[in-house]
């Protein structure tokens, strides 16, 4: 490969890195949007690079051939596999992480908690998948107990009369990944990946404040929305954003 063919493949992925987090939205399938900045830093010094590289190099042919002969530099083929991730970014993103993940994790284990606030006075009261799974298991006062919740999350399909509603989680990036679920019976199923809010309340099986406590509910509202801007994170549901 000769060096402006080297320099060409920085500047590819240097474009696909800028198509991904600055033209589009589509790299917030893949890292938490605290990193679009850095992605975005990534690819225009990627671009420069390049750029720089093919022009030093000109120069460089120039200087030692005075406009004659072949430039025979080679690099490792190994470096033509940089043309595979360079032409993906540019032309095709792998879309983001969801039912087909989560489906195959176990749930994350949750913070252990021995005392809780008390929870605010509104119907339906907004909470994360997490705070719904240690009120349920850890609250020994049970203030769960009877309360209309509303949470957000993508359906991932378990099997007929349930579903699970999953939020998953990213660190820094989707390497990392892991997932929230609470177990849903009732309400219409939606496809698999599908982002929901739903409202209802704790499915009685087990007892609740202790481990043996069924993480689900029983839907009474089960309503399609777009994905937050935070759906890498087990949060409480912010303005939406535009679906990568």
């Not at 025979?72 to 879309?95: E, F, K, N, T």
């Not at 409202?199 to 509202?221: E, I």
Request: charged share 15%; glycine share 8%; aromatic share 4%.
């Amino acid at each position: 490969m000769k060096r402006t063919l080297q320099s060409g493949l920085l500047v590819l992925c240097g474009l696909g890195l800028l198509r991904i987090s600055l033209v589009t939205d589509l790299c917030l399938r893949y890292v938490k949007e605290s990193m679009r900045p850095l992605l975005i830093a990534s690819g225009c010094v990627l671009v420069l690079l390049g750029v720089v590289s093919a022009v030093l190099d000109r120069r460089r042919h120039k200087q030692e051939y005075g406009g004659h002969g072949h430039d025979h530099s080679h690099v490792p083929r190994v470096a033509w596999l940089l043309l595979l991730p360079a032409l993906s970014l540019l032309c095709y993103a792998p879309p983001a992480l969801g039912a087909y993940t989560a489906s195959r994790q176990p749930p994350k284990p949750v913070a252990q908690q021995s005392e809780f606030a008390p929870l605010a006075a509104i119907s339906p009261l907004p909470m994360t998948l997490s705070d719904f799974t240690s009120r349920v298991q850890q609250d020994r006062a049970r203030a769960i107990k009877g309360r209309t919740v509303l949470m957000t999350g993508i359906v991932t399909p378990h099997g007929k009369g349930s579903w699970d509603l999953t939020r998953i989680i990213i660190n820094c990036c989707a390497a990392d990944a892991q997932s929230v679920k609470v177990r849903v019976y009732g309400g219409p199923v939606l496809p698999a990946n599908t982002w929901v809010t739903v409202t209802g309340v704790w499915h009685p099986a087990g007892t609740l404040g202790t481990s043996s406590a069924a993480v689900a509910l029983d839907a009474r509202t089960v309503k399609k929305v777009p994905r937050p801007i935070n759906g890498y994170q087990d949060a409480l549901p912010l303005p939406t954003a535009r679906t990568p």
